[in-house]
C-alpha cells in the first residue's frame, strides 16, 4: 500500500465568494471560510485587521486618494481591494505561492489593481515589482494583521526600508492577541528607525502609522 501523503494533501483552494459591508460599501473577495492546515496559509482566511483598516480608510479617504499603494501580506486583499476603488492604482502583495495565485483570482474585484510577489526580507524585497514594471517605492504602504510572530517585525521593516519614500508612511492594522509581540513590536519597529503614533485604537486593534525618524 502507498502510505505516502500527497504534497498536496492538507491544501484546499476550494474559494467561496464572500461580500463583505464596508460601511455601505460592498466589496467582494474569495477567501476559504476557515483555516484548515498546518501550513502558512494564515492569508487564505479574511483576518478581522483587515475590515478594520478597510473601515478607517472609508473615513479617511486623503490618506490614499488618488494615490499608488501598495498592500504587503495581502492574504484574501479585503483591505488592499478596498483601498483601490480611492487609490491612482493598487498592488497586492504576498510571499505565499498559493495566497499568490488567490489574490490573482481576487484582483478582478478591485479597480486597477496588479500582484505581486514580495516577500519580507532585506534582501531585495522589491525584485518581483521592478520585474513588472511597478513602482518600487511608495508614499503610502497598508498592512493588516501582518505581526503575529515576532520574528516577522525586523523583516518587515527592512521591507519598508525598500519599500517607502523617504516620508512614506506604513499604516499598519494590528490586533493584539499577545502583550509580548506587542512590547516586541513597539521595540523593535524603533530600532530598526521607525516612529510609531496611533491613528486609532479599540480593544485589542490599534491602526499605527509607522515613519522613520
Ligand atoms: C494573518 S495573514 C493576514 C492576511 C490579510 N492581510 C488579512 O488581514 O486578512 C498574514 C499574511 O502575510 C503573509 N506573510 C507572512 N509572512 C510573510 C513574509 N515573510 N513575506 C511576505 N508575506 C508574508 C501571509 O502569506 C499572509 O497572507
Not at 474569495?30 to 472609508?58: C, F
Not at 506604513?170 to 490586533?175: A, K, R, S, W
Amino acid at each position: 500500500m502507498d502510505d505516502e501523503i500527497p504534497e498536496n494533501f492538507f491544501i484546499s483552494e476550494e474559494y467561496k465568494e464572500f461580500t463583505e459591508d464596508i460601511g455601505g460599501i460592498q466589496q467582494k473577495f474569495y477567501a476559504l471560510p476557515a483555516a484548515s492546515t498546518d501550513y502558512d496559509l494564515t492569508g487564505q482566511v479574511l483576518w478581522p485587521g483587515a475590515k478594520h483598516l478597510a473601515l478607517y480608510i472609508r473615513d479617511h479617504q486623503e490618506l490614499i486618494k488618488d494615490k499608488i499603494i501598495l498592500e504587503v501580506g495581502s492574504g484574501s486583499g479585503l483591505c488592499g481591494l478596498f483601498c483601490s476603488h480611492y487609490a491612482s492604482k493598487t498592488i497586492l502583495t504576498d510571499g505565499n505561492d498559493i495566497v499568490m495565485r488567490l489574490l490573482d483570482l481576487n484582483k478582478s474585484f478591485g479597480k486597477n489593481v496588479e500582484i505581486a510577489w514580495v516577500e519580507w526580507s532585506d534582501s531585495d524585497p522589491g525584485k518581483d515589482l521592478r520585474i513588472k514594471g511597478l513602482p518600487e517605492r511608495y508614499e503610502v504602504v497598508v498592512g493588516t494583521d501582518v505581526v503575529y510572530w515576532s520574528n516577522s517585525i525586523v523583516p518587515l521593516f527592512k521591507t519598508m526600508d525598500s519599500l517607502l519614500e523617504d516620508r512614506g508612511r506604513f499604516i499598519m492594522c494590528y490586533t493584539l492577541r499577545a502583550m509580548n509581540t506587542y512590547r516586541d513590536l513597539l521595540r523593535l519597529s524603533a530600532e530598526c528607525g521607525y516612529r510609531n503614533k496611533v491613528l486609532w485604537n479599540e480593544e485589542s486593534t490599534y491602526i499605527f502609522e509607522f515613519d522613520r525618524q
